[in-house]
């Protein structure tokens, strides 16, 4: 039987770090120099962009860096409005470097460009996970303590005005919960402050074409979103 996501974090020792906001971070997995996990934790929350890239590209925090072609940490305006958050990296975006690249990352293009967006201008694009799991697994919760803090550095440079979550995953892992995205669309949420909006994933919509109308529907929900906040 597989347990609840946060009875294994429990389990493991590990506290959903991406719910810690101004109090020390509980242990997480240590990196390759020793210190323990809030200390890692704490000097992730100083870093720079340019730290940041590093840290990620040489990060051997989890198993996963055992797998991976690359840490991939994401692409776009570093001072964008709209912050886009998926799963993890999958084989091309491994390859590649890149987040959403390949047949979903064109599907996302479209999906922004539908409501007067464009990759790169106002936009930034972003994973939970920064490193591929193997055969495009589920990220395990150890994997998600040990990326965490490093989407939450970027939350904080970015400074989105709105966060769009791609996923099942990348919306239970957000907002901390087990809700199925049917009852997670639709509807605007918050993380840390921030409005975020729950749609799916562009690979799972090339698989299920007729939800692209309620992908849709979430997209013009997230637009209405952004013009109250302007």
């Known amino acids: 039987m597989k347990l609840p996501r946060e009875q294994r974090l429990k389990e493991l020792g590990i506290a959903p770090v991406w719910r810690l906001r101004g109090r020390s ?8 120099d020793g210190a323990d996990g809030a200390d890692r934790h704490g000097r992730i929350l100083q870093m ?4 940041l890239r590093e840290a990620v590209a040489n990060c051997t925090a989890c198993e996963l860096y055992k797998t991976r072609t690359q ?5 776009g305006d570093p001072h964008a409005d ?7 990296p999958g084989a091309d975006e491994d390859a590649q470097g890149e987040p959403f690249v390949g047949q979903a990352g064109r599907l996302l293009d479209a999906m922004l460009a539908a409501i007067g967006l464009k990759r790169g201008e106002n936009v930034y694009i ?9 055969g495009n697994r589920n990220p395990a919760p150890e994997e998600i303590a040990a990326c965490m803090p490093y989407l939450e550095r970027q939350i904080q440079l970015i400074r989105p005005k709105i966060i ?6 990348a919306g239970q892992t957000l907002l901390h919960t087990e809700e199925a995205i049917a009852r997670l669309r639709g509807r605007v949420h918050r993380f840390q402050g921030i409005p975020l909006v729950v749609t799916y994933h562009p690979a799972y919509l090339l698989r299920n074409l007729p939800d692209k109308e309620k992908a849709w529907e979430d997209l013009c929900l997230a637009r209405e979103t952004m013009k109250k906040i302007d």
């Open 71 to 75: 840490g991939v940490l994401g692409v």
């Open 164 to 169: 769009i979550a791609l996923g099942r995953f």
């Open 82 to 88: 709209w912050l886009i958050v998926g799963e993890a």
């Open 25 to 32: 971070a509980p242990a997480t997995p240590a990196c390759a």
């Open 126 to 134: 972003a994973n939970v996970l920064k490193s591929r799991p193997p």
């Open 48 to 51: 720079d962009w340019t730290q």
